[in-house]
Each structure stands twice: as structure tokens, then as C-alpha cells.
Nanobody, 125 residues
Framework: QVQLVESGGGLVQAGGSLRLSCAAS????????MGWFRQAPGKEREFVVA????????YYTDSVKGRFTISRDNAKNTVYLQMNVLKPEDTAVYFC??????????????????WGQGTQVTVSS
């Protein structure tokens, strides 16, 4: 049974940093893509960034390029999202997700069969 557990959310002032973690278990993820999505109140879930577990290739949405960095630790089966220069518009619940690398586009939530419970990130102005 696949399990994704996020941690690291919290309250931070604008310009600050947070690091989110996603601990994955229940299967081998070498042929998977791990993604981070976020959902603000009243808005649809949106793609933030994804990483290919096998070779570490990363894909970022434009609004976070240069500020967010995704990485993985194969030994710990954990994916990290380092978020710097946070802005109030980054406020959302952040979700970790996993999908086989052979499935469709990395930016579509419906392509991801596995999801974590989410962690709240709040950026105050």
C-alpha cells in the first residue's frame, strides 16, 4: 500500500523559507515521478513542481522558478521541496503525489494515483 506523508509546513513571513518533505513507502518508486501540488481556498489544485525519481529531472511551474527547489533522497525514499523567498500568494495546502513515469503530463493532477494528506503553508505579508 502506497503511502505519502508530507511534513514541514507552517507559518512564515514573506521573504522567508520553508522545506517540505514527502516520505514515500509501499513500493519501489524508481520508475515514478513525484510531484508537488498546492491548493488555495476556493481555487483548483495546481501543479508546482515534479521530479523524476530515476534521474532527478525536475519540472517547475513558472511562478516558482528560481525560488523553489525539488530534490530527492533515494536512500530515505523522501522528496524535498525547498521554498525560498516565499510570497503571500504561495499560501496553500501543499500535496505530495506520485505517478508512474509512463503516464501522462506531469502537471495534471488526474494523472497521479497516489496522494499525501497535505500540509498547510501560510505566508504572511
Amino acid at each position: 500500500q502506497v503511502q505519502l506523508v508530507e511534513s514541514g509546513g507552517g507559518l512564515v513571513q514573506a521573504g522567508g523559507s520553508l522545506r517540505l518533505s514527502c516520505a514515500a513507502s509501499g513500493r519501489t518508486f524508481s520508475n515514478y515521478i513525484m510531484g508537488w501540488f498546492r491548493q488555495a481556498p476556493g481555487k483548483e489544485r495546481e501543479f508546482v513542481v515534479a521530479i523524476t525519481w530515476r534521474d532527478g529531472s525536475a519540472y517547475y511551474t513558472d511562478s516558482v522558478k528560481g525560488r523553489f527547489t525539488i530534490s530527492r533522497d533515494n536512500a530515505k525514499n523522501t522528496v524535498y521541496l525547498q521554498m525560498n523567498v516565499l510570497k503571500p500568494e504561495d499560501t496553500a495546502v501543499y500535496f505530495c503525489a506520485a505517478k508512474p513515469a509512463t503516464l501522462g503530463p506531469v502537471g495534471l493532477p488526474r494523472e497521479y494515483p497516489y496522494w499525501g494528506q497535505g500540509t498547510q503553508v501560510t505566508v504572511s505579508s
